[in-house]
């Protein structure tokens, strides 16, 4: 399930060859959001805000404040194309996603 199709119930796109769901660029039409959330692994490291600037059907761009002078927290330094992170605070469930891409402060995300 998508970030947006969970909240509109709307039907998955497709899947990659490798399973992993990856979203092309600008296949889906980006909204522009303004959403504070918490990031963390799944795990017991601690959760670091952010917030939700865009979203499609296929993901969303986070922004890290504080990233730019150095990674607020030293797991986001390492994060890698493909790692799973939860968001907390987008709907009343926590949302897991991949990183798609990870610098300038913004984490690329899609959902798993």
């Known amino acids: 399930m ?14 990659a060859g490798n399973g992993i769901e990856l979203p092309d660029r ?5 909204y522009e959001a303004y959403h504070p959330i918490s990031v963390s692994l799944p795990g017991p490291p601690p959760a670091v805000a952010g ?17 730019a002078a150095r990674a607020p927290a030293a797991w986001l330094a390492r994060l890698d194309r493909g790692d ?12 897991s996603c991949w990183v798609i891409k990870a610098d300038a402060g913004v984490l690329r995300l899609a959902p798993l």
């Open 84 to 95: 799973e992170l939860r968001l907390d605070g987008l709907l009343d469930i926590p949302v």
């Open 2 to 15: 998508t970030l947006l199709s969970a909240l509109f119930g709307l039907a998955r796109k497709r899947r």
């Open 51 to 67: 917030t939700v600037i865009n979203m499609s059907l296929s993901g969303a761009a986070v922004r890290i404040p504080g990233w």
């Open 26 to 30: 600008r296949e889906d039409e980006r």
